[in-house]
Nanobody, 112 residues
């Protein structure tokens, strides 16, 4: 079955950087669109960034210019490079493959 494992979360000060990774198995990775989503306490899960199988990217307005999504099809990994982090970026970050496969999430906490 599909398995997505996120890593790279943690505690960082405002202005800092983190890189999240999502390792996929059980899918033909190269043909799947991939995405990063996040959910803050008391809020709905929201899209952060997506990348198609062809490498086209899309970002939430709140992260444009600060976050970069990329993928390595050979390693079956999708990344989220997060720079200039803000306290409002604090959330659990989830990886999504295709239409309905989710990882377990990784916590990102940005202190002010």
């Amino acid at each position: 079955q599909v398995r997505l494992v996120e890593s790279g979360g943690g505690l960082v000060q405002a202005g800092g950087s983190l890189r999240l990774s999502c390792a996929a198995s059980g899918i033909i990775f190269s043909v799947n669109g991939m995405g990063w989503y996040r959910q803050a306490p008391g809020k709905q899960r929201e899209l952060v960034a997506t990348i198609t199988s062809g490498g086209s990217t899309n970002y939430a307005d709140s992260v444009k210019g600060r976050f970069t999504i990329s993928r390595d099809n050979a390693k079956k990994v999708v990344y989220l490079q997060m720079n200039s982090l803000k306290p409002e970026d604090t959330a659990v970050y989830y990886c999504k493959a295709g239409l309905a496969s989710w990882g377990q999430g990784t916590q990102v906490t940005v202190s002010s």
